[in-house]
C-alpha cells in the first residue's frame, strides 16, 4: 500500500548481521523457539546482513499512532501493541521520503530496542516534487545517496531497505512521474552499487512489489521490476483482505499465492512487507479467522521468512484491535514458537571490563576496554556517550571524533550476543576533552 504520507522521522562484518540490541528486562517473554539463523547469499554472492530464520519467520508490525505524529507518539503505539500481543517485534517497518535522513530518532530507537528496521525509501521528496528512476541511475544524487549510505554503515545494525516499495504505481504506464520499469532496475542497482562501494554492508535489500505483478500474466510483471540476483536480497509483496472495497472476501493464501509462486522460483528469502484484514461487520468474528488460517499459510510456505502487518486506517481499517478477537487472534500468532526464531539463547555476554578514555584532542576521544565473554560468542558492542548511543562496533576500542572542545563526557560500552542478549553496562568513564 503506497503511504507517502506515513513517513516518521530509523561497517558491520557477517557477524554483525544478527541481532542489533538488547531484549530489555522489561520484555513479555514470548514463546520459546528452538530455532536457529543463517545467511542466506544468492549464487552472485549478494547476501542478507539481517540473518534469515533456518526455521520460521520473523514477526513484525507498521504501528501508526492513532493520533499524533511526534516521536513519543510513534514510540508510544510500537510499546502499546507489544504490550497488547506479550512480546516483541522482530521487525519495525519504517517509511521514508527522498531527502528524509534514513538514521532518524525513531529508527536508532525501534533498533536500540531490539528490533530489525525494515525501511522502505521513496522516490518522492517531502514536497512532493519527484526524483526519478533515471536521473538516480544517472549519478545525478550521488552525494545524497552516499550520505546515507555512510550514516547506515556507522549506524552498524543491521537493516533491510526497500528502495521504493510498489513502484508499479509509480510509472509513466499508470499515469506517474518517475520513470519505466528498466529505469526503476537502473535506479536500485546503481543505489546498491553506491551503498556496497561506502561500505555499508549491514544493509540488505529487499524488493517489494504489489501481488497483482507477480501473476504469470502481469505486464509489466515482477522480472521487469527484477534488478537481478545480485541485488536483491529478499522479495516482498504487500497481499490484504479488501472486503468493503469490492465486497471480495479473499483469504491471505489467495491474495498472496502468485507471490509465493514467483518469489520461490527465485530462491531468495520472501516477506510480506505488509498484510492486513478489514472486519466484516455482518460476521463477527470473519476477521480473527482469517488471521488464524493467515498464520497456518505462512506456516505451510517455508520460504516465507517475515510478515510484517501493517497497522493503519490510512484508506481502510486494518487495525490489528478492531475486535478483541481479531486482537486475540494476532497475539496467539505471535506466542506461537514459529514466529518467534530469534529466542533460542537467552544468556547475555559478561559486561565489558577495564574501559578507559584518552582525549587525544580538542575533538577526539578515544576509548577501550576489554573484551567480553559470552556462552556461544560476542557479536558487537554498543558505545554510549552521556547516556544515547552512539556506535556500534566489532573491535574492543572506538574513536568518538564528534565531540567539542573543552566539554566533560561520559562513556559506558555494553557487549551483544548472536541473539540479541545484551550485557550490563561497563563502569562509566568521564573525562574532559581537551582545550582547542
Same mark, same amino acid.
Given at each position: 500500500?503506497?503511504?507517502?504520507?506515513?513517513?516518521?522521522?530509523?561497517?558491520?562484518?557477517?557477524?554483525?548481521?544478527?541481532?542489533?540490541?538488547?531484549?530489555?528486562?522489561?520484555?513479555?517473554?514470548?514463546?520459546?523457539?528452538?530455532?536457529?539463523?543463517?545467511?542466506?547469499?544468492?549464487?552472485?554472492?549478494?547476501?542478507?546482513?539481517?540473518?534469515?530464520?533456518?526455521?520460521?519467520?520473523?514477526?513484525?508490525?507498521?504501528?501508526?499512532? &492513532?493520533? $499524533?505524529? +511526534?516521536?513519543?507518539?510513534?514510540?508510544? =503505539?510500537?510499546? #502499546?501493541?507489544? %504490550?497488547? !500481543?506479550?512480546?516483541?517485534?522482530?521487525?519495525?517497518?519504517?517509511?521514508?521520503?527522498?531527502?528524509?535522513?534514513?538514521?532518524?530518532?525513531?529508527?536508532?530507537?525501534?533498533?536500540?530496542?531490539?528490533?530489525?528496521?525494515?525501511?522502505?525509501?521513496?522516490?518522492?521528496? &517531502?514536497? $512532493?516534487? +519527484?526524483?526519478?528512476?533515471?536521473?538516480? =541511475?544517472?549519478? #545525478?544524487?550521488? %552525494?545524497? !545517496?552516499?550520505?546515507?549510505?555512510?550514516?547506515?554503515?556507522?549506524?552498524?545494525?543491521?537493516?533491510?531497505?526497500?528502495?521504493?516499495?510498489?513502484?508499479?504505481?509509480?510509472?509513466?504506464?499508470?499515469?506517474?512521474?518517475?520513470?519505466?520499469?528498466?529505469?526503476?532496475?537502473?535506479?536500485?542497482?546503481?543505489?546498491?552499487?553506491?551503498?556496497?562501494?561506502?561500505?555499508?554492508?549491514?544493509?540488505?535489500?529487499?524488493?517489494?512489489?504489489?501481488?497483482?505483478?507477480?501473476?504469470?500474466?502481469?505486464?509489466?510483471?515482477?522480472?521487469?521490476?527484477?534488478?537481478?540476483?545480485?541485488?536483491?536480497?529478499?522479495?516482498?509483496?504487500?497481499?490484504?483482505?479488501?472486503?468493503?472495497?469490492?465486497?471480495?472476501?479473499?483469504?491471505?493464501?489467495?491474495?498472496?499465492?502468485?507471490?509465493?509462486?514467483?518469489?520461490?522460483?527465485?530462491?531468495?528469502?520472501?516477506?510480506?512487507?505488509?498484510?492486513?484484514?478489514?472486519?466484516?461487520?455482518?460476521?463477527?468474528?470473519?476477521?480473527?479467522?482469517?488471521?488464524?488460517?493467515?498464520?497456518?499459510?505462512?506456516?505451510?510456505?517455508?520460504?516465507?521468512?517475515?510478515?510484517?502487518?501493517?497497522?493503519?486506517?490510512?484508506?481502510?481499517?486494518?487495525?490489528?484491535?478492531?475486535?478483541?478477537?481479531?486482537?486475540?487472534?494476532?497475539?496467539?500468532?505471535?506466542?506461537?514458537?514459529?514466529?518467534?526464531?530469534?529466542?533460542?539463547?537467552?544468556?547475555?555476554?559478561?559486561?565489558?571490563?577495564?574501559?578507559?578514555?584518552?582525549?587525544?584532542?580538542?575533538?577526539?576521544?578515544?576509548?577501550?576496554?576489554?573484551?567480553?565473554?559470552?556462552?556461544?560468542?560476542?557479536?558487537?558492542?554498543?558505545?554510549?556517550?552521556?547516556?544515547?548511543?552512539?556506535?556500534?562496533?566489532?573491535?574492543?576500542?572506538?574513536?568518538?571524533?564528534?565531540?567539542?572542545?573543552?566539554?566533560?563526557?561520559?562513556?559506558?560500552?555494553?557487549?551483544?550476543?548472536?541473539?540479541?542478549?545484551?550485557?550490563?553496562?561497563?563502569?562509566?568513564?568521564?573525562?574532559?576533552?581537551?582545550?582547542?
Amino acid at each position: 500500500m503506497l503511504r507517502l504520507q506515513e513517513k516518521y522521522p530509523r561497517a558491520a562484518v557477517a557477524v554483525m548481521a544478527v541481532f542489533s540490541t538488547l531484549f530489555g528486562s522489561d520484555l513479555l517473554t514470548p514463546t520459546t523457539a528452538a530455532a536457529t539463523a543463517e545467511t542466506v547469499a544468492s549464487d552472485s554472492g549478494s547476501s542478507s546482513t539481517v540473518p534469515v530464520p533456518a526455521t520460521g519467520a520473523y514477526f513484525g508490525a507498521y504501528l501508526k499512532p &492513532r493520533s $499524533g505524529t +511526534t516521536l513519543a507518539a510513534r514510540q508510544q =503505539a510500537t510499546i #502499546d501493541m507489544e %504490550a497488547q !500481543i506479550g512480546r516483541r517485534f522482530d521487525v519495525d517497518r519504517v517509511f521514508f521520503r527522498w531527502n528524509d535522513t534514513l538514521v532518524s530518532d525513531y529508527l536508532k530507537w525501534t533498533t536500540g530496542e531490539g528490533r530489525y528496521a525494515l525501511i522502505s525509501w521513496n522516490a518522492r521528496k &517531502r514536497d $512532493g516534487s +519527484t526524483t526519478t528512476w533515471a536521473s538516480i =541511475a544517472n549519478g #545525478d544524487h550521488d %552525494a545524497w !545517496i552516499d550520505s546515507q549510505a555512510d550514516q547506515l554503515r556507522d549506524f552498524a545494525s543491521p537493516v533491510i531497505m526497500s528502495f521504493h516499495h510498489e513502484p508499479e504505481r509509480a510509472t509513466v504506464a499508470k499515469g506517474g512521474d518517475y520513470g519505466t520499469p528498466s529505469e526503476y532496475q537502473a535506479a536500485w542497482r546503481h543505489i546498491v552499487t553506491r551503498f556496497r562501494e561506502r561500505g555499508a554492508e549491514n544493509v540488505s535489500w529487499m524488493m517489494i512489489l504489489v501481488p497483482s505483478t507477480y501473476k504469470s500474466t502481469a505486464s509489466p510483471g515482477a522480472g521487469d521490476f527484477y534488478a537481478g540476483d545480485g541485488y536483491i536480497d529478499w522479495i516482498g509483496t504487500d497481499p490484504y483482505n479488501w472486503w468493503t472495497r469490492d465486497g471480495n472476501w479473499r483469504s491471505l493464501q489467495t491474495a498472496a499465492q502468485d507471490f509465493y509462486t514467483w518469489g520461490k522460483a527465485r530462491g531468495k528469502p520472501l516477506a510480506l512487507a505488509e498484510w492486513g484484514s478489514e472486519e466484516d461487520a455482518d460476521t463477527p468474528g470473519r476477521k480473527a479467522q482469517w488471521i488464524q488460517d493467515a498464520a497456518a499459510t505462512f506456516r505451510s510456505w517455508p520460504e516465507l521468512k517475515l510478515v510484517s502487518y501493517y497497522h493503519s486506517d490510512t484508506a481502510y481499517q486494518w487495525w490489528i484491535d478492531t475486535t478483541p478477537s481479531s486482537l486475540g487472534a494476532f497475539r496467539t500468532m505471535g506466542q506461537d514458537s514459529y514466529f518467534n526464531p530469534r529466542t533460542a539463547d537467552t544468556t547475555a555476554p559478561s559486561a565489558p571490563s577495564n574501559l578507559t578514555a584518552n582525549a587525544s584532542g580538542a575533538r577526539q576521544i578515544d576509548l577501550s576496554w576489554a573484551a567480553s565473554t559470552d556462552n556461544v560468542g560476542v557479536a558487537g558492542y554498543h558505545v554510549y556517550r552521556n547516556n544515547s548511543r552512539i556506535a556500534t562496533v566489532t573491535i574492543t576500542t572506538y574513536s568518538d571524533g564528534t565531540v567539542k572542545p573543552s566539554t566533560r563526557y561520559t562513556y559506558y560500552v555494553q557487549a551483544f550476543d548472536a541473539a540479541g542478549n545484551v550485557s550490563a553496562a561497563s563502569t562509566e568513564v568521564t573525562l574532559t576533552s581537551k582545550k582547542k
